[in-house]
Each structure stands twice: as structure tokens, then as C-alpha cells.
């Protein structure tokens, strides 16, 4: 096997195979692109394992009781081998020199150790296996075999597996299968209800010709068994490469055919061309391909710390790992899944983590996936229009969690047990968790501030402000008694209370939403006007900025109280006090629901996840900074971090007051919800949105960085044990690149046009011919 040097900072390696906890590890080292993602589970099989393969926008729903979701898709990655009669695996006869090693740099994963069957065959087996950042559609592996004890009879099983399902629902058809000039598999199926086509082609190739090639057709599945007689010494290698298409391809797309094409015929075909090409460039060619491509992307998204624990940097290339596998960058139809596509979790369902959590990261460093990201809530409006018609509202109403362009709501009903009732907890997050619709209206604030793209705003940008903000001109209500408009019955980004009156988080947003849009409206016609003939051809634009403004004026923000506490909604300060410490120290989330019912939590003074400490991080200018500083700690306090969005939305603010051990303590709760040492907490997935917030928290708040009303900033809150934070970003169209150092912030142009900022309050600028702009400023002074 080919020789490469490993960098230090890149790679994870493993020593023991830990058969209990293979869920995780097949989630946090998944491998993919955006387009096909795949679990990482071992070659063979073992309990427990759950193999999972997704492509984007293959959305399906198994039952008309369930809800849409992202089908396990047929495997490809199981290799079955038998030595002399028996079954490899770990966990029968012995094995030594075990090493899993996943390179963050390269996305491969490499596993090797030596055998010794239970009869005492010995072999060493090594394998790679890769999903091609340059090829989308390419899944390979390459494996090595060679018998150390004395000739061995080898059996290699291997081909598509369609025996998936999504815990147990079957979402494709036991497709046609056909073996091509004798050596491609090849499987053609399709979504049961949403009819997409699939089609998966699979070619292997060996070092030397097996003794005996026999194809084996069964249901769902369609393999080879090759046999070979291995000598010592020897050693055989097999190529196996892989690929998916899908009719919803982006190939197949256009703008009147959003869905694709339903003709397997033809998706088929593109399939053939496509495996007859990849596979004569081999493992090799294709691994130096996806390699070239992987070095692409780190040159500018790669983020250097420099810290007394070097785990900090490998965490932060973890996170910036998966931001780049879960995206399919530039494609307009698909969000991001709250886990991306690493596991069944949330369904593939994007949620609120796209715009607050994620939009950042992109829009500040690869603005047109940002973009694409916002036309995908674009091109869901019908599904928001429903809903919002459905429920007696106007203008868009986004559904909580989101699928398909027009699937509207897909939140599930029914949850976990409750240990009180005995019963499934409904899940009312579909129904009542409305601030998303202003969520996606504050991220077209951010992505328009930071790119300063007019044309998306001309064709998107303010269609989706007005539209949102038609929602909440509907959704608020008038109370005669207090004369000003509330919003009752909701859930605010803390799930675990339901049906609160007046969120602040919801409220204030909701307020933004209506008081920008009608901005948007004022500015339209000389800014947008393509928007605003549009519009205008729809509403009486001018009648609707007034009511906008009338709204937003009317309605009930809630300021500090005398204690200086704002209330995160109106009954949160009357709930009862209860000792959280033993929750709050526990490892894993929800331990609260092992002592409460779910009614009973939501009748005590906890939160789930921050909720007015969102709104502190969203509108950071809202309140005095003593008065946020006060409402952090106390809220903090109250906080069980259950949500993996907590821990890094709170970093960013801990650096922002200048609390600096609990921002670094933060960050690196942040890095550990996947990376960290819980055997469990990520067996159905990584959590995308925590890989957002770990970028957040080193550039927004170690580095400070803002964009308030489209004004770039930064302040240097550096944790004390680092050395240096350096990264690249992109300000309305300029590229610049960020260095923090315990005294000093320097900020070099790397193209572009000029860009002016402050850091510390300073005022600066750089262009191509004053290219650096140095500030000594250190950690202290920011705060
Ligand atoms: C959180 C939500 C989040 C969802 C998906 C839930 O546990 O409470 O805020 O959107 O997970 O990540």
C-alpha cells in the first residue's frame, strides 16, 4: 500500500476495535461529499452496526403515517470474507496490531490488523475506502490481503446490499439487477412514494484472476463471490468503486423541472457512462482526485490554533470536516440535515440550526453556498404558504423541520417515552416553535450584510422578507387589555417549555422581521426593482410597509426588570427553583427525564438550550452590555445544555463579556458533543449545527468578529492559553485573512476590493495596496 507522510493535527487514529460503540464511530468518521454520504462502518459485519448510506433530495415517505425522510440507501461498503471455511471478524478467533486510522485532511479511512481465524489461519488485511470529493458519485475502497501462516482458500462476497431500511421502513423498490459484461453489478430502484429513480453500479477489480467469479442474484441484494487460493507472500489486492445517481440529480433538474425525471432509463445510462470511466482510473486515481480536491477546500477553510492543548486545533478540523461533507455546495434544492447525512437522525430534516448556526459559516466563507442555502427556503415557499393558510395565517409560514421544496411541515408527532404517562411525549415543535420564520428572514439579514449580493435580494431576498414578515403581521394578536400586540402559545428555542406567552427571543425577531422588511419595501424600488415590480404586481407594497411598521411598533418587547433580568417569556421568572447541579454535571442530555415527567419539567425554572441568551447572540446591540452580561449568567445557570446548539452559541458570548476560562470551556463542550469521549451521543448522527457553532465560537467570539448593520468588526477575546487563531473569510466579495494573537489582531486583503473595519473599535482598512492592517490589542483590553 502506498506510502503518505501523516500530518500532526489531522489524523484520529484507533488501536482497539470497540465493538459496543460502533454507532458512533460510524457517524463521526462518516465520509461524503454533500451529494452521497456514508456511515462508517466496518467492511464486515457486526451487531449493532447500522450501515447508512444517503444521497441528497431522495426524500421518501415509507408509510402514509410516517414522515418524509432521506431512505438508507442500497450499501455498498460490506465486504464479506472467509478464510479457509471461516467467517472474518473481530469478534471470533484473535486479532493484533489493530489500527483505524481517519485522515480529517483526505476524508479516507484506513483500517489494518492481522486475523487469526479460529482454526489458526493467519492473514494481515488492510483496506482504504473513500467517498470522492471530486467525483460526487464515487464510493470506492481498495483492500489488501495476504495469508501469513500458509496457503489459505479466500472467499471474498461483495456487490450492492438493498437489505436497508430506516429502523426497520423500507423505502425502495427491489430494483432490477443486471450483471454488465460480466463484470459490473448493477441495481435500478426507486423510492416507493416519491418515485425517484436510483441506480447503483459497482465494479471490482483484482491484482490477480480469482479461481472461481460467480454473480449471485437474490431479493434486494446483488453480490460476487470470487474465490482465490492466497500463498504466503503474495499478497492480493482488490479495487472496488462504486457509484450513485439519482433522478433528482442536479444534471436532470432545471428550474421548470425542480424535481428531475422519473425515467431510470435514462439515469441508468448516465450511471453506465459514468462507472466505466471511474473505474479505470482505480482506487489510486480516484483517491489522488478526491485528494487534490480535499487540498482545495483546506486551503482556505482550514482555521490554525495554536494552544496549549493541540486537541482544540483537531477539533475545530473536525468540524470543518463535516461543514464541508454535509453540504452539497451550490445546490439550490437541498438544506442541510440536522445531521447532516451521517446518520437517521432528524430524518434528513433541515431546522433553524441552517440559518442561525450554519449561514454564518458559509456566508462568511463561501457566500454562494450560503446563497444556495437561503433559495432553498426560496423554493420551499409553497410548503410555508400552506402552512400558513392551513393555520389561518398569511404569507409564509416555515415549517419547523423541512424536507422536500413542497413537503411543507414534516416535524414527527410522536417522541420519546415519558417516564410519568408511560406514553410517547408529542412532539408540538411542528405546531407551535413558529420563530424559524424569522430565523430565515434574520438570515437573509446576515448573508445580504456580509455579501452585499443585490441581484439575490432582487430575486430572492426580499420576496422572502416580505413574505415572512406577512406571516408575523398575521401570527401577532392584538390584546385590548395591555393595548400592544403579544405572541402567545409558542415554544421559543428552549424546548422544554411548551405553550409560553411572549418568548422574547420570538418576539424581538418577529419584530425584526416586520420592522426590515418594511426597509426592504422603502429601499425596493430604487435597489431592487426587479422585486418590487414583482411584488407590487402582487400587494399594495406601500400599505404593507405601514402595516409592518404598525405591528412592529404595537408590540410587546420585553426590557429588564428591576432586577436588571429580562424574561424569557412570560411565566419563565414564576417558575420554581429546583437544584439542577446533578443534571447539569451529567455527561449525556436529558438526564432530567430519568427523575421528571415532561410536564413536570415544564413547570421548573430549566432550560434545555439557550433561548434569551440567542437573543443576546442575534441582536447583540439590544440591551446595555451589563444588562446582557447579567441575563447570560443567570440564564446560563438555568441551562442543562441538552441541545447540541447550546454549548457553542453560549462561547461566543462567555468571550464577548469576557469570561474567558468558561468561553474556552464552552468551545470545547462545543468540539466534544461529536468528537468527544460519550460512547453514545452520536449513534444516529453528528450534529451539524455544533460543527457550525465551533467555527462561531473561535471567529465570532474569540475574534470577535460581527457584522451589525453590514459594518465588519472584530475584538480580540483570545483564550489565554492560545497562541493564535488564524482564518480566511470573505467580506462583500473581498478575501481576507484574520490572525488573533494574545496583544495583537492583524487583518491582511487577499483580494478584492478595499474593505474597512474596526477592530477593538479602532478604525481600519485594507485594500491591494495597504494589504495589512495590524492592531495591538490584547485579550484584556477587549472585554
Ligand atoms: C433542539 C432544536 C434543534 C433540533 C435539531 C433539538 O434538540 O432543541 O433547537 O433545532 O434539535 O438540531
Not at 463521526?28 to 462502518?41: F, P, S
Not at 408540538?428 to 456580509?450: F, M
Not at 492560545?722 to 487577499?750: C, I, N, Y
Request: hydrophobic share 40%; aromatic share 10%.
Amino acid at each position: 500500500m502506498k506510502e503518505r507522510t501523516w500530518l500532526p493535527g489531522w489524523t484520529v487514529e484507533r488501536r482497539a476495535f470497540d465493538p459496543a460503540h460502533t454507532a458512533k464511530t460510524e457517524s463521526i468518521y462518516a465520509q461524503g461529499n454533500g451529494y452521497i454520504n456514508v456511515r462508517c462502518a466496518e467492511d464486515e459485519r457486526y451487531v449493532g452496526q447500522t450501515r447508512g448510506t444517503f444521497a441528497t433530495l431522495t426524500f421518501n415517505k415509507a408509510l402514509p403515517d410516517e414522515v418524509t425522510e432521506l431512505p438508507n440507501l442500497p450499501d455498498v461498503t460490506a465486504i464479506d470474507l472467509t478464510v479457509n471455511g471461516e467467517r472474518f471478524s473481530l469478534d471470533r478467533g484473535t486479532y493484533r496490531d489493530y489500527l483505524s486510522r481517519f485522515d480529517i485532511r483526505t476524508g479516507e479511512v484506513e483500517r489494518s490488523c492481522v486475523w487469526t481465524s479460529p482454526a489458526g489461519d493467519a492473514v494481515r488485511i488492510r483496506s482504504r475506502r473513500m467517498v470522492s470529493l471530486a467525483q460526487k458519485h464515487v464510493v470506492a475502497a481498495t483492500l489488501e490481503i495476504e495469508a501469513l501462516s500458509g496457503p489459505v482458500r479466500l472467499m471474498v462476497e461483495s456487490g450492492i446490499d438493498a437489505r436497508m431500511t430506516n429502523s426497520g421502513s423500507q423505502h425502495l423498490h427491489d430494483g432490477e439487477k443486471r450483471l454488465i459484461d460480466g463484470r459490473i453489478l448493477r441495481m435500478a430502484t426507486r423510492t416507493s412514494e416519491s418515485r425517484v429513480p436510483i441506480a447503483i453500479h459497482c465494479e471490482h477489480s483484482f491484482s490477480a484472476d480469482p479461481a472461481r467469479a460467480l454473480p449471485v442474484m437474490q431479493r434486494r441484494r446483488f453480490v460476487m463471490r470470487y474465490a482465490f487460493d492466497l500463498e504466503p507472500g503474495v499478497p492480493l489486492s482488490m479495487d472496488k468503486i462504486s457509484c450513485y445517481h439519482t433522478g433528482r440529480d442536479r444534471s436532470f433538474a432545471s428550474a421548470e423541472r425542480l424535481g428531475g425525471i422519473k425515467d431510470s432509463a435514462r439515469v441508468l445510462q448516465v450511471g453506465d457512462a459514468c462507472i466505466t470511466s471511474v473505474s479505470s482510473m482505480g482506487y489510486e486515481g480516484l483517491f489522488e482526485a478526491s485528494r487534490a480536491a480535499w487540498e482545495r477546500y483546506w486551503a482556505h477553510a482550514d482555521v490554525e490554533i495554536e494552544s496549549d492543548d493541540p486537541f482544540d486545533q483537531l477539533g475545530m478540523r473536525f468540524a470543518l470536516y463535516h461543514l464541508n461533507i454535509m453540504i452539497d455546495r451550490g445546490e439550490p434544492r437541498a438544506g442541510i440535515g440536522a445531521k447532516g447525512m451521517t446518520g437517521e437522525g432528524y430524518k434528513g430534516h433541515s431546522f433553524w440550526d441552517t440559518e442561525i448556526f450554519l449561514l454564518p459559516y458559509y456566508a462568511l466563507t463561501d457566500p454562494a453556498a450560503a446563497r444556495a442555502l437561503l433559495v432553498y427556503r426560496y423554493l420551499s415557499l409553497p410548503g410555508a404558504y400552506a402552512k400558513a393558510q392551513e393555520n389561518g395565517y398569511e404569507g409564509a409560514m416555515f415549517p419547523w423541520e423541512s424536507a422536500w421544496l413542497d413537503d411543507g411541515e414534516t416535524t414527527p408527532l410522536f417522541g420519546a417515552a415519558d417516564i410519568v404517562t408511560g406514553e410517547s411525549i408529542p412532539i408540538l415543535t411542528g405546531v407551535l416553535e413558529h420563530h424559524i420564520t424569522a430565523d430565515i428572514a434574520w438570515g437573509v439579514y446576515l448573508y445580504h450584510a456580509v455579501t452585499g449580493d443585490e441581484e439575490f435580494m432582487d430575486r430572492y431576498g426580499c420576496e422572502l422578507m416580505v413574505e415572512c414578515a406577512r406571516f408575523w403581521a398575521s401570527r401577532v394578536e392584538w390584546k385590548p387589555e395591555t393595548r400592544r400586540y403579544e405572541i402567545t402559545n409558542v415554544i421559543g428555542p428552549d424546548e422544554y417549555k411548551e405553550h409560553v406567552d411572549n418568548n422574547a427571543f420570538t418576539n424581538y425577531v418577529a419584530a425584526f422581521t416586520l420592522t426590515h422588511a418594511a426597509d426592504i419595501i422603502d429601499a425596493m424600488p430604487k435597489r431592487w426593482p426587479d422585486a418590487c415590480e414583482q411584488l407590487s404586481r402582487r400587494y399594495n407594497l406601500h400599505e404593507l410597509a405601514a402595516k409592518f411598521r404598525e405591528r412592529a411598533g404595537g408590540m410587546y418587547l420585553p426590557g429588564p426588570r428591576e432586577d436588571g433580568l429580562v424574561p424569557q417569556n412570560d411565566q419563565y421568572l414564576d417558575l420554581a427553583e429546583v437544584d439542577l447541579s446533578k443534571y447539569r454535571s451529567e455527561a449525556g442530555v436529558s438526564s432530567i427525564f430519568e427523575d421528571y415527567g415532561w410536564e413536570e419539567a415544564n413547570k421548573v425554572m430549566v432550560s434545555k438550550q439557550a433561548d434569551l441568551v440567542m437573543l443576546l447572540r442575534v441582536m447583540p446591540d439590544l440591551f446595555e452590555p451589563e444588562v446582557a452580561k447579567r441575563n447570560f449568567v443567570f440564564y446560563e445557570g438555568r441551562c442543562l445544555h441538552d441541545s447540541s446548539l447550546s454549548h457553542g452559541q453560549h462561547g461566543i458570548l462567555a468571550a464577548w463579556f469576557g469570561l474567558e476560562d468558561m468561553a474556552l470551556d464552552m468551545y470545547r463542550h462545543a468540539v466534544r458533543v461529536d468528537f468527544g469521549e460519550n460512547p453514545t451521543s452520536s449513534d444516529e448522527g453528528i450534529h451539524s449545527a455544533s460543527m457550525g457553532n465551533v467555527w462561531q465560537c473561535a471567529a465570532c467570539g474569540f475574534a470577535g468578529l460581527m457584522w451589525e448593520h453590514g459594518e465588519l468588526s472584530f475584538a480580540n477575546h483570545l483564550p489565554g492559553t492560545w497562541k493564535r487563531l488564524a482564518f480566511e473569510m470573505s467580506w462583500q466579495g473581498s478575501r481576507l485573512r484574520v490572525t488573533v494573537e494574545p496583544d495583537a489582531m492583524t487583518v491582511e486583503h487577499l483580494s478584492g476590493a478595499p474593505v474597512s473595519f474596526t477592530i477593538d473599535g479602532r478604525a481600519f482598512s485594507v485594500s491591494h495596496e495597504e494589504p495589512q492592517a495590524r492592531c495591538v490589542c490584547g485579550a484584556g483590553d477587549a472585554a
